[in-house]
């Protein structure tokens, strides 16, 4: 069964930093290309960040970057998003995503003192 | 990169065909075939209704049909049923990837 389980979010402080996990398995995960995608309390989808399948290329929405980094480890089935200097407006449910499928079931991140 | 337009909301009663548009640009939605299609109810993740454009996942009713013209995707709902009653939002996934502004659709 193909299955993405996110793993890492909680409260944190405005400025702290958080580190999501996203752990892949039941595909060969190093084939394809993978994604963050967060929706904040009661709004839309958004698209956070890109990572290629051997991880040379990345983007990022302008509303993160400079401030998340994405990475992802083949050997571990691993995807990584690195989250500094965090806003309240980053609170959201963050969800890894194999465009258009399948996402896991999303980790809360909340942004507040 | 702005996030691609759809109507705020689109209603029709039951029995009838809806239509959710999505306008993106030359460089998302006009450029490749990989536009996506969500479903979400209230408190629920979103469900994968259409993707590369026309093609239906496993298990979703044939009743949910997508197109593309030039900048525009399209989703069309016929036969609506009051389940259908939910958020939509369209994806361009072409490597940067961006979601349209969501629809609401009503069933009266």
């Known amino acids: 069964e193909v299955q993405l389980v996110e793993s890492g979010g909680g409260l944190v402080q405005p400025g702290g930093s958080l580190r999501l996990s996203c752990a892949a398995s039941?595909?060969?995960?190093?084939?394809?290309?993978m994604n963050w995608v967060r929706q904040a309390p009661g709004k839309g989808l958004e698209w956070v960040s890109y990572?290629?399948?051997?991880?040379?290329?990345?983007y990022y929405a302008d509303s993160v970057k400079g401030r998340f980094t994405i990475s992802r480890d083949n050997a571990k089935n691993s995807l990584y998003l690195q989250m500094n200097s965090l806003r309240a407006e980053d609170t959201a449910v963050y969800y890894c995503?194999?465009?258009?499928?399948?996402w896991g079931q999303g980790t809360l991140v909340t942004v507040s003192s | 990169q702005s996030a691609l337009t759809q109507p705020a909301s689109v209603s029709g009663s039951p029995g009838q065909s809806i239509t959710i548009s999505c306008t993106g640009t030359?460089?998302?939605?006009?450029?490749?075939?990989?536009v996506s299609w969500y479903q979400q109810h209230p408190g629920k993740a979103p469900k994968l209704m259409i993707y590369?454009?026309?093609k239906r996942p496993s298990g979703v009713s044939n009743r949910f049909s997508g197109s593309k013209s030039g900048n525009t995707a399209s989703l069309t709902i016929s036969g609506l049923q009051a389940e259908d009653e939910a958020d939509y939002y369209c994806?361009?996934?072409?490597?940067?990837?961006?979601f349209g502004t969501g629809t609401k659709v009503t069933v009266l």
């Open positions: 995503a194999r465009l258009p499928l399948p």
């Open positions: 039941g595909f060969t995960f190093s084939s394809y290309e």
């Open positions: 990572i290629s399948s051997s991880g040379s290329t990345i």
């Open positions: 030359s460089s998302d939605v006009g450029s490749y075939n990989l």
């Open positions: 590369e454009v026309s």
């Open positions: 994806c361009s996934y072409a490597g940067r990837g961006v």
